[in-house]
């Protein structure tokens, strides 16, 4: 059975903590050494803070705006794609049968389009 290995993590604060002593004048690897980090964590640390400033760091379980904004686009598509599919089912159900568009309408009761 394999060993879990556990990911230490950090909080937001701490991250820009030691983002702001680069910022500061030292090195990353000074920085990361004081701190007891890897230096190649505290330079994405500032990789990271300076491609968002606004938004570095948000926290777990926190989405960026554009993270947000992504999913909740990809819920709406499925839910939109899933009413669409529902719609193709009513009518189709009737023609299939053997009855004519016309007819498709009076089924419309007995198949509702809504989830």
Request: proline letters at 5%; hydrophobic letters at 35%.
């Amino acid at each position: 059975m394999a060993k879990e290995v556990l990911r230490r993590g950090y909080e937001p604060e701490f991250k820009r903590e030691a983002v702001k002593l680069v910022k500061g004048g030292l090195s990353s690897s000074q920085v990361a050494r004081e701190l007891g980090l890897k230096s190649n964590m505290v330079s994405r640390w500032v990789r990271e803070s300076k491609a968002d400033p606004t938004h570095s760091f948000p926290g777990k379980g926190i989405m960026k705006p554009d993270e947000a904004e992504l999913d909740r686009l990809r819920k709406e598509i499925v839910k939109l794609k899933a009413e669409r599919d529902l719609l193709k089912n009513v009518w189709s159900a009737p023609v299939k049968q053997g009855h004519s568009f016309r007819s498709a309408t009076r089924f419309a009761s007995m198949y509702p389009a809504c989830l």
